[in-house]
């Protein structure tokens, strides 16, 4: 039984039986500071949303939340780490106009998700390339990088900012993505947490992501790693080390099929410092 399989499976269970389930948990705002510098310079507040999932089972309305909360931090930077619809979005044009809020407030930049289109979609039957998907980006002015890095200047400081494709989905091109060494900090986003291994000699500072979930459904003792889809199950939620690096791994906004366990959904607001 694989992961989809099992959380279906206990979506319907939970219809039948009374059990501690939640179909829509509160969205809760993670505020985390890291010492990225150490310089004693300003914060640069980066909002940090992924796995949206736009869907039947998550309505415009639960994503418009997460978008309130993000903006309600002031960011300087936002960046959405993938997933944006579970296989096609109800409403297109409406997700555009929700997401264009966010890049109406700040310099706001996007990579794409295994839900998004490519080969893990194309296996099951959805759509090959993520043209869906990239028009819905394109018409909320969001900057999608597929292997590709672009520097940003904000409260002073200078960051390179850089977008790899899922894992699952495209080939990772960290030449392409002109992941070479630079005196400036590399934020690199990259929607599955395994993708660290992938670039692993390339030069980088901190890793955004989402693709777990945070497990979706947390059990005692396991935690979310019965259900979370990663190869290394340290690596599901929070921000954590990796050697001299970091990852920060989202709980995200939306879920497959409404359902979370125990694992609310989450924006984050990180503050470089």
Known sequence: MNRRQFLGGLALASAAVVVPVSLGQSLALTRRRHALWGDGGPALRIAHLSDLHASASVPLAHIGRAVDLALAENPDLICVTGDFVTSRAPDPGGLAAVLR???????????????DGGLWSARRGRDAEPDA????????????????????????????????????????????????????????????????????????????????????????????????????????????????????????????????????PEVILLELV
């Not at 809020?101 to 839900?115: D, E, K």
């Not at 990772?172 to 002109?178: F, G, K, S, T, V």
């Open 133 to 264: 998907v990239l028009e819905i980006l394109r018409a909320a002015d969001f900057r999608v990088l597929r292997n590709e890095t672009t520097l940003v200047s904000a409260r002073g400081r200078e960051l390179l900012i850089t977008g790899v494709e899922d894992l699952w989905s495209f080939p990772i091109d960290p030449a392409r993505a002109a992941m070479t060494l630079d005196s400036r900090k590399r934020v690199v986003l990259a929607h599955n947490p395994d993708t660290k291994d992938e670039v692993a000699r390339a030069p980088w500072d901190l890793m955004l992501c989402g693709h777990t979930h945070g497990g979706q459904v947390r059990v005692p003792f396991f935690g979310g790693r019965l259900t979370a889809p990663v190869r290394d199950d340290r690596y599901i939620e929070g921000l954590l080390p990796w050697g001299a690096r970091w990852l920060q791994i989202s709980r995200g906004v939306g879920s497959i099929w409404g359902l979370r366990i125990n694992c609310p």
């Open 101 to 115: 809020r966010l890049s109406a407030a700040a310099p706001t930049f996007a990579c794409l998700g295994n839900h």
